[in-house]
């Protein structure tokens, strides 16, 4: 067979079945194996192709993150591959598994500045989790399958092959089998795989739940990566402990439930950062104490006499924040050991005061904003979705004001629902991100919540939705400008908005979407057309595009600034803050 067959075959047994990406010279014989493969086995790996690179990055990021299977994305050399710099990192930092391969020059001519040649080893090897260039063909067939394997094991993570023509054209036998030696990592994965929860160590967990009062978890992204929502819904239920979420772990638990205290952090729910401030026990599972979340570590979780923290990734305990109890291993398995011990001792507390101090804070710290305000106010536009939607369609988001209101107002019933551009913040994210998405759930509803200016990064992939007629919506939060920007501009920087505002531009989205072939492309300026606009909008059979004209002004909260602690949260006009309300509970060292 050909490399490029062999290639074609290992993602076969590896169970691929949609490749994103774009075409080129040095990538020509892997689409023409692609192709051939498709004719004889039935268009089995469809081929999905963006308006850009970066857009089949977020494709296979979206596919990936909705299905919890490795995404795939196929690339020519230089250009091809730099434009998928930007989703491998975010790939990276959101511990995402995709399998990028990239066309490169033949392996004669890497180094001599050859035509469309870019030193994809040294600039993917700084922002993904492993890079092979493959320069012995016969070595081929075992690196895709050990990339596969890298990709979706441990914290999981983008994983690059760069395959010189030379090496696709290249002829030599297929084994079927065999994979890389790649000891050292093996060794951490097994040890990984067989790390049970020592009968002490959950004795010392345990021993500190039993004299808390007021015990939280927080989650975070790597409970939903590690397949282990359900465990931790049990853990949760089980012993009565409230769970706060990341922006990454939404969905962990069914956020309607009623442990939920819904996402932490710098515009997390009051309620949620107020519970973070009064827990006297903490305990961290697969979240990384980020600065979005501990923007100041020293005053994050002041009460708390014990913090827990169980990760995959040895490199994150005591990264951030000294912690009193760690293990490393598998989420799953430390879970089901935790409840194990819990059922065995019949450990049982009462926390019906902190239950009760908890639904306090829900109702007396609840989101709102002004109900009354003739403009469309952004966070009415999602709960007028959601309460069609009801926690169980996908959501992607673009990046800045629009990917907090919907963290904030939406509901999500399941994991890999939520799916959002967390750590790089990567604005042109939810656009490619719904169609991968939407191939990997065809039949999940999926909507793409965006902003004006994050979608017009990525606006090219309006007509990927058209041309193969994926049933995705797309909302546009019109605020004419960079509303998140233009929010740090105003607290920050005197309200000079420096290059952020856009009213003087005339893009005519209604018109782009037409042009791209959606049949249906709405513009809501009226509130009162909101509700029976976003019901036709949802239902609609197939792709719908529909912009809304927001309170250009409206805001996000609450806020907690960068580097501040939670007692230096605003909450806004419409959210009760703490310090200005009394609640009956004024101090929590003093509430049992
Ligand atoms: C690729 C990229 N460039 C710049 C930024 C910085 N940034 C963060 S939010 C934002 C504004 C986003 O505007 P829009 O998409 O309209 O969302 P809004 O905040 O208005 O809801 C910018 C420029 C970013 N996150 N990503
Ligand atoms: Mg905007």
């Known amino acids: 067979m050909s490399g490029a067959d062999i290639l074609v075959q290992v993602l076969a047994d590896e169970g691929v079945d949609t490749i994103f990406g774009y075409s080129g010279g040095a990538i020509l014989p892997i689409y023409d194996a692609v192709f051939r493969f498709n004719e004889e086995h039935g268009a089995s790996m469809p081929l999905i192709v963006p308006a850009n690179e970066q857009g089949a990055g977020f494709m296979a990021a979206g596919f990936a993150r909705a299905s919890g299977r490795v995404g795939v994305a196929l690339v020519t050399s230089g250009p091809g591959a730099t434009n998928m710099v930007t989703p491998v990192r975010d790939c990276m930092a959101d511990s995402v598994p995709i399998v990028l391969i990239c066309g490169q020059v033949p392996t004669t001519a890497i180094g001599t500045d050859a035509f469309q040649e870019a030193p994809v080893p040294s600039i993917m090897g700084a922002v993904a989790k492993h890079v092979f260039l493959i320069t012995d063909p016969a070595k081929l067939e075992a690196t895709v399958r050990t990339a596969f394997e890298i990709a979706r094991t441990g914290r999981p993570g983008p994983v690059v092959l760069d395959v010189p023509k030379d090496v696709q054209n290249w002829r030599g036998v297929f084994h079927g089998s065999g994979r890389l030696p790649i000891p050292g990592y093996r060794q951490r994965m097994k040890r990984l795989e067989a790390s049970k929860l020592p009968e002490a160590a959950c004795a010392d967990l345990f021993a500190a739940l039993s004299v808390a009062k007021r015990p939280l978890i927080y989650a975070g992204g790597g409970v939903i990566n590690a397949g282990a929502s359900a465990e931790l819904r049990e853990f949760s239920g089980r012993l009565q402990i409230p769970v706060v979420t990341t922006l990454m772990g939404i969905g962990a638990v069914d956020t309607t439930s009623a442990l939920s205290m819904r996402m932490l952090g710098m515009h997390g729910a009051a309620f949620a950062n107020y519970a973070v401030e009064d827990c006297d026990c903490l305990l961290a599972f697969g979240a990384r104490f980020d600065d979005r979340v501990a923007g100041n570590v020293a005053k994050f979780a002041p009460q708390a006499k014990f913090i827990a923290h169980i990760d995959i990734d040895a490199s994150e305990i005591g990264k951030v924040k000294r912690v009193n109890w760690s293990h490393v291993g598998l989420m799953t398995e430390a879970l089901l050991d935790l409840l194990d011990y819990a059922k065995r001792k019949d450990f049982q507390r009462d926390w019906s005061a902190w239950h009760r101090h908890c639904d306090e804070l829900r109702t007396k710290h609840a989101m709102n904003f002004d109900r009354d305000s003739d403009l469309i106010q952004p966070y009415y536009v999602i709960e007028s979705i959601n309460k069609l939607t009801r926690g169980e369609a996908i959501i992607t988001t673009g990046v800045g004001q629009h990917q907090m209101w919907a963290a904030q107002y939406f509901d999500f019933c399941s994991p890999r629902l939520w799916l959002t551009s967390g750590s790089m913040g990567t604005m042109g994210f939810g656009l490619p991100a719904a169609v991968g998405a939407q191939m990997a759930r065809r039949d999940r509803l999926v909507i793409d919540i965006d902003g004006d200016a994050s979608i017009r990064m990525n606006i090219g992939e309006l007509e990927t939705v058209t041309t ?125």
């Open 468 to 592: 193969y007629d994926l049933p995705v919506k797309i909302v546009v939060l019109n605020n004419f400008g960079d509303g998140m920007v233009k929010q740090w501009q105003k607290l920050f920087h005197k309200g000079r908005l420096s290059a952020s505002d856009k009213s003087l531009h005339t893009k005519d989205f209604v018109k782009a979407a037409q042009a791209d072939g959606f049949k249906f492309a709405v513009r809501v300026e009226k509130k009162s057309d909101l509700e029976r606009v976003i019901e036709e909008f949802i239902h609609f059979p197939g792709p719908a595009f529909l912009e809304v004209l927001i309170d250009r002004d409206a805001g996000v909260y609450p806020m907690v600034g960068p580097g501040q602690g939670y007692d230096e949260m605003i909450t806004g006009e419409h959210i009760a803050s703490r310090t200005e309300v009394v609640i009956s509970v004024p101090d929590a060292s003093e509430m049992f």
